[in-house]
């Protein structure tokens, strides 16, 4: 390979156990070190498909063209559950390499991915002496990073997918705010316990926001809240806050909670 890779790696695994090290150590030992890491996060909630379907469609774009991101939040792994590897849109030669259980989502939704293969040819990937049924994030996807990075085509790992065949939750779609009231719900809650909807919020914001029958202001930045409120996060979310509190907390709000953008009438 004659220029480092860039992968990112996000999961829901945590950094207690050695699961990211044994992936990390994987794309090491394939690209010979040469390749830098970044990891999105690996505190998705145990098996949280829609929350880490919004993390990735939020952090991909930010990343230079030619990266290649590793998600893994896999709950049915083992089963018959088809493994892919999608090209992104717009974005370089970058890809995504996930389980097809809805992770992938709000890319398919956004019209995001350009293509999908099923990784299915397990005999390409170097790394794999014996495969594992419980960790595919190490013995199939890692590896693929590894071969896609290497050149490989990714014709040769398997058979080109139909993307509306992809699985899809029906949760995971972004709904936009252009003026006229719209409704959408909470899909996840950060570690500063913001609950932050599906909706997004363009030029024109909404002139109040209504969550479990409270009506909130919209302010525009944090410190301008005065108990709770809504604001427009820093990827176009519309998000319920508190001043210096966990506002899921202090609201009961939880996840799937509906939510209504208002407009000024």
Known sequence: MLSPKLFTLLTDFGTTDSYVAQMKAVLLRGTELRCQIVDITHDIRPHDIQEAAFVLFESYSQFPAGTIHVAVVDPGVG???????????????????????????????????????????????????????????????????????????????????????????????????????????????????????????????PAKVNIGGLELPLVSSYAEIDGAAALVGSSSFLEISCNKAKADEKLSISLGEQVEALSEC
């Open 79 to 205: 089963s018959d559950r088809r493994r892919i590897l999608a090209r992104l849109k717009h974005h370089g030669d970058s890809f995504v390499i996930a389980p097809d259980n809805g992770l992938l989502s709000v890319l398919l939704s956004e019209e995001q991915i350009e293509c999908a293969w099923e990784i299915s040819s397990l005999e390409l990937l170097a790394e794999r002496k014996k495969h594992s049924s419980t960790f595919d994030g190490r013995d199939v996807f890692a590896p693929t990073a590894v071969f896609v990075a290497g050149g490989g085509d990714p014709k040769d790992l398997g058979s080109q997918l139909e993307l509306r065949d992809l699985v899809a939750l029906p949760k995971c779609r972004i709904v936009r705010f252009s003026g006229e009231a719209v409704g959408g719900s909470v899909v996840r809650i950060d570690r500063f316990g913001n609950a932050i909807s599906n909706i997004v919020v363009g030029e024109t914001p």
